[in-house]
């Protein structure tokens, strides 16, 4: 009957370290945080910017200029005036029409090429301003636990704690046949 005890014991404790070995402990526990530094990323979130501005045509300078208008009108002009009054009055009249009526000529003959000329319009002008800015992406986390200070990235400030995932087994194979020679001398 002892025999047999002592066979079941050992058998019982064979059979619990061979378990133990397997399946290894876990639990979680907290460990105090010593520091908890940001990380940033600086970003770009440009902008742009617009205006209108009202500007006149390009010069007379730098259109191609049409005088066809301005010899027209200056005839025209000249003729009108020529009918009116009598006299010396009817050159000076002659002479005041050709010089309006060529002025009105000009205007008219480079304005209806399309240039636009002395015409104001709107532009639109518009600028890229680069905005950078800042932001947290995570936390350089250090903290101590059992004696040992880790540390960890996190995406947010833990506090004062932080939580730990701890598993436990056994340290080396030297145990498990400590253990078994031990087993086999009872």
């Known amino acids: 009957m002892d025999k047999l005890i002592l066979t079941s014991a050992l058998m019982v404790i ?42 006149s045509s390009p010069s007379a300078n730098n259109v191609d200029h049409n005088y066809g208008g301005a010899i027209l009108g200056g005839l025209v002009g000249g003729l009108l005036g020529n009918t009116v009054g009598g006299g010396n009055g009817r050159t000076a009249a002659a002479a005041v029409g050709a010089v309006t009526g060529a002025m009105v000529g000009d205007k008219i003959g480079n304005n209806q090429g399309g240039y636009g000329y002395n015409q104001p319009r709107q532009v639109e002008h518009c600028t890229n301003h680069d905005n950078y800015r800042q932001i947290v992406t995570g936390y350089n986390v250090v903290y101590r636990y059992q004696g040992r200070t880790l540390n960890a990235v996190m995406p947010q400030d833990p506090g004062k704690y932080v939580d730990v995932s701890v598993n ?15 087993a086999s001398y009872y």
């Open 168 to 182: 436990v087994g056994l340290a080396n194979r030297q145990q498990d046949e400590r253990y078994d020679k031990s």
């Open 14 to 55: 064979g059979v619990t370290q061979a378990a133990w070995a397997d399946n290894q402990a876990s639990f979680n526990d907290k460990a105090q945080v010593v520091s908890s530094t940001p990380i940033y990323q600086q970003i770009n979130e440009p902008r742009r910017e617009c205006w209108t501005e009202t500007v």
